[in-house]
């Protein structure tokens, strides 16, 4: 019988910025980093047909048990995966040939991106035959995510596009027609319906999902499938058949709950103990985000501040700036005390060279070795030329992100400027950072941060912009208003509104929508509730209501009056004046599901 470690969550001590280098699989070899960073992919039916198809077979792994294989194609944040496999104990070894599947004791298969990216990485690296002989002799494997839909025969993401073929079905869109809103963002309930070994400790709770396509259950795949969930309609939550097991969801983005589904994969025969059933997971959940305003004092240390309508110094005679904590340990109390996602704004915003900005790159890669729910971060996603005339283009800063440990990234002032020009001419170039980043990694990696000043006007006709009924009048008594969006940090005005914003970046590929407020920003008297409906009822993306949080009532009421995914605060959690916890125990008061 293994001996299980033992593991448990405790808060994070001090930690040191040094420099340390890590390295991404494949970033040595010059064919994998092309195709990680292609924007345009050929068609690659000719790798799938390919007639010189090498000769596999299964030898055994001179590797210990201790020693976990990880077929990482180079796409998208897998660091938050080797950091909880090495948690739980086990070393990594990474795949760099077809061999290295075959001659592994236990695989990990962390997809991310997109499906065709996907599958033509793994047949023009050869490793599509590989995984194909190593499931069919039922070694064990822990597909995750876009790891599970490669397993089906099609996908059809830009396609039809064909996958592995080894499950019987076609992965297809969510179905955004009827008002769901897609991407599938957030923690969801799962309903086993087979036991699997690995899902012992799911039961009544929540896990974490981020996809917008999705495989159905069906007569011809029934026999893999182990756990389904309800979005819309019923799809493949999970699925297992002998040593063969994968996840539509993020166990590695999952807590606790994740944790113990890796753990289980890793042990299987281990006599684990159980986590208490303490849950009550029915359905997708409201979620709670803490968000962490990060940029240096005067003296140089990066610190975690909090603005009063984006002022961030103290109103006193030094005019210092406002410091709440460390932002990696603030992190870490985010996650003990059960946040739900971690947000992370660098408002220095890598003013002059976005990737020579080594500290919070450093944030990103500590918070993720001890926070396992979903990290964003943002400020500074946009094309510069640094001092020596070389040009970087956004999409290779936003992997620098990924690859140091964020699963989603936050565009402010740049997505402003992509939906001024696409409203202008009606042409999507795809030039646009918005653009590039989502075709690369998936909308659902794609955040903009939206932020908006009220304008009061007396009647709707007096602007060409959206505008709504107000809750409280304006100084003049104005009954409506609109909301002018802002670039570089609230100091600029631009001649569009948040309602066309929101719309024009929905169409350019965002996949969520963070909706903040200049007016109610440090005020603690409520979200903007106005301004929240309007655009919550005008996306099918979820949208993320934030600025103003002052009391739990404040949550509810948010979710509540409109259609808000979730809610983010700052100010209130590093001051603890309302704890994370106050507030969920809360919502289920007011009968609003969360994730406990």
Known sequence: MEAAPSFSVSRLGSFSLESSSSSTLFR???????????????????????????????????????????LDYGAGNVRSVRNAIRRLGFDIKDVRTPEDILNANRLIFPGVGAFG??????????????????????????AICLGLQLLFESSEENGPVKGLGLIPGTVGRFNSSNGLRVPHIGWNALEIT????????????????????????????????????????????????????????????????????????????????????????????????????????DKGDLVVTKGDQYDVR???????????????????QYYVDGADEVSFLNITGFRDFPLGDLPMLQVLRYASENVFVPLTVGGGIRDFTDSNGRHYSSLE??????????????IGSDAVYAAEEYIRTGVKTGKSSLEQISRVYGNQAVVVSIDPRRIYVKNPDDVEFKTTRVSSQGPNGEAYAWYQCTVNGGREGRPIGAYELAKAVEELGAGEILLNCIDCDGQGKGFD????????????IPVIASSGAGAAEHFSEVFAKTNASAALAAGIFHRKEVPIPLVKEHLLKEGIEVRI
């Open 28 to 70: 040595s070899s010059s064919s994998f980093l092309f195709l990680r960073n292609r924007i345009a992919f050929r068609n690659y039916s000719h790798y799938a047909n390919d007639s010189k198809s090498i000769s596999l077979s299964v030898r055994a792994s001179s590797s210990g048990d201790s020693v976990v294989t990880l």
């Open 117 to 142: 990216s996907a599958m033509e990485v793994l047949y023009k690296t050869r490793m599509a035959e590989a995984l194909r002989t190593y499931i069919e002799k039922d070694r064990p494997l822990l």
């Open 194 to 297: 087979r036991d699997s070994g690995i899902l012992d400790d799911i039961r009544n709770r929540h896990v974490y999902f981020v996809h917008s396509y999705r495989a159905i259950p069906s007569d011809d795949n029934k026999e893999w499938v182990s756990s389904t969930c309800n979005y819309g309609d019923k799809f493949i939550a999970s699925i297992s058949r002998g040593n063969v097991h994968a996840v539509q969801f993020h166990p590695e983005k999952s807590g606790d709950v994740g944790l113990s589904i890796l753990r289980r994969f890793l042990y299987p025969k281990s006599n684990l103990t159980k986590m208490p059933d303490q849950g009550k997971a029915s359905k997708l959940a409201k979620r709670i985000i803490a968000c962490l305003d990060v940029r240096t004092n």
């Open 314 to 332: 103290e109103q006193t005679k030094d005019k210092e700036v406002r410091t709440l904590g460390k932002p990696v340990e603030l992190a870490g």
């Open 397 to 410: 800063v936003a992997s620098e992100y990924f690859r140091s440990g964020a699963d989603k990234i936050s």
């Open 529 to 540: 509730i106005d301004l929240i409906k309007l655009i919550s009822d005008a996306v099918s």
